[in-house]
């Protein structure tokens, strides 16, 4: 569906769209058993919004095989906007392996070597899908090499000149950058372009050389950002301002896999923030408190089901879950 005939979008987001195949199991041999998810972070950010009423438009590149064709389908089944998702002949759609230990923690192993996602160019990248568009949201992926770093800051000075808010969660993988010097420099970019920012802590440590949360918090806004987000795992979230600091956290019952728990975290806070007008700079204290105590509460639900896309909950099931809480 093309611009022209959806008009504003609520939320665009550039970046990596690959296959998780997480492992579920063993044979009676002990041969690992794996099953295919869709996987990136900015796509798992798209499908909450997504399932969440909000229309949304996918941008990123795909090779041309049965993985592509899976991850296009997938994101057209949850009503995302593919008009910038681009078939690489040449490049294989990246491909990640998960493995879940018992407390539900994740192992990666990644196969992006020539990755069809790294060679997204800027002559691919659809200017008016952005400037039509609420909030656009990238992480440092897209920044990990050529030619997706300069398709990425493309993207970013369309956003900026047509004053589209600009959400940033960096979404750090080891494996995937030759140091974490160049890795840091990709989180210091980012965040010059963002007006609202998702580090976990040790990405935020990495980048502000602070070690308390409060410090990490401290500096992302000293270096631009309207509001910052710290995400602490089973230790839920803090989150500033520069006139309001919180601190949320939601106990899941029972944890499984956190795969997608922060995307699915930052994906809820943005559906509210655009229920409130899209303006963080505006938003009372209480509003925001409310909307990050929804957003880890569906964080933690996520994590008592497998994969990411999968495990996103309805609505409804985290309001009864919050007015659950609130009765205790």
Not at 103 to 131: M, P, Q, W
Not at 201 to 230: F, H, I, K
């Amino acid at each position: 569906m093309g611009e022209g005939e959806c008009g504003m979008f609520d939320v665009v987001a550039l970046g990596e769209l690959l296959i998780d195949f997480t492992q579920t199991g063993t044979t009676g041999d002990g041969i690992r058993l794996y099953a295919q998810n869709p996987g990136g972070a900015p796509a798992n950010v798209l499908a909450v919004l997504s399932k969440y009423g909000e229309k949304c438009a996918f941008i990123g590149k795909v090779g041309q095989d049965q993985f592509g064709d899976f991850l296009l389908d997938t994101l057209v089944s949850l009503g995302i906007d593919c008009q910038g998702l681009i078939f690489d002949p040449v490049h294989h759609t990246t491909l990640a392996f998960v493995s879940i230990d018992k407390s539900g923690d994740r192992n990666f192993t990644f196969y992006r070597n020539h990755g069809a996602d790294c060679f997204l160019t800027e002559g691919e990248i659809d200017a008016k899908v952005i400037a039509n568009s609420r909030i656009f949201h990238f992480g440092t992926l897209s920044m990990s090499q050529e030619p997706s770093l300069s398709a990425t800051m493309a993207a970013l000075k369309v956003a900026k000149e047509h004053g589209v808010l600009v959400s940033f969660d960096p979404n750090y993988r080891a494996l995937l950058w030759e140091c974490e010097e160049d890795a840091i420099a990709a989180m210091r970019l980012g965040l010059s372009c963002a007006d609202i920012v998702k580090f976990s802590l040790e990405e935020a440590q990495m980048l502000t050389a602070q070690e308390s949360v409060d410090g990490c918090l401290a500096r992302l806004l000293d270096m631009g950002a309207a509001l910052a987000a710290v995400s602490l795992g089973e230790q839920g979230c803090a989150y500033a301002t520069k006139d309001h600091t919180g601190r949320c956290q939601v106990p899941a019952e029972k944890t499984v896999d956190t795969t997608g728990a922060g995307d699915i975290l930052w994906g809820i806070f943005l559906h509210g923030l655009i229920r409130e007008g899209a303006d963080v700079r505006s938003l009372p204290p209480q509003r925001l408190d409310d909307l990050m105590l929804t957003a880890c509460t569906a964080a933690a639900m996520s994590t008592e089901k497998g994969g990411a896309i999968p495990s996103i909950p309805d609505l409804s099931s985290v309001q009864d879950r919050l007015h659950h809480q609130k009765r205790r």
